[in-house]
């Protein structure tokens, strides 16, 4: 339900996905059993929007996302108003690289050595 509601706000125009130039309409959700990566641009109306959405999931499901077990990952430009992202999201900063799925995760090239 919940990629179904954020594709539906992407459309609208309320948020917008990663690499739009690779994946028609960008990347803004991956899932797997209980797990959620979410992914968005440096935006704070954007993040704003993103909030409500996911305030709105959890009246609409009945489920309880736990913000506070969940991280926040900030890159670039977006890693010098991390706490502002804190705010709006109530959650904590995550450091990369990170494992998700037991796949180490980082901005850089990971290599396979030991």
């Known amino acids: 339900m919940l990629a179904i509601l954020i594709e539906r706000v992407k459309q609208d125009g309320q948020i917008s996905g990663l690499i739009p130039h690779l994946v028609d309409g960008g990347i803004s959700i991956l899932q797997y059993a209980d797990d959620t990566i979410i992914f968005m641009e440096h935006n704070f109306e954007e993040a704003k929007n993103m909030k409500l959405l996911l305030t709105m999931f959890e009246q609409l499901s009945g489920l309880k996302i736990n913000f506070h077990k969940s991280e926040l990952f900030c890159f670039g430009e977006a890693k010098g108003v991390q706490q502002e992202y804190m705010n709006i999201f109530l959650c904590?900063?995550?450091?990369?690289?990170?494992?998700?799925?037991?796949?180490?995760?980082?901005?850089?090239?990971?290599?396979?050595?030991?």
Do not use: D, M, Q
Request: net charge positive.
């Open 92 to 114: 904590n900063v995550g450091e990369a690289p990170f494992t998700h799925l037991g796949i180490p995760l980082h901005y850089k090239r990971i290599s396979n050595k030991n």
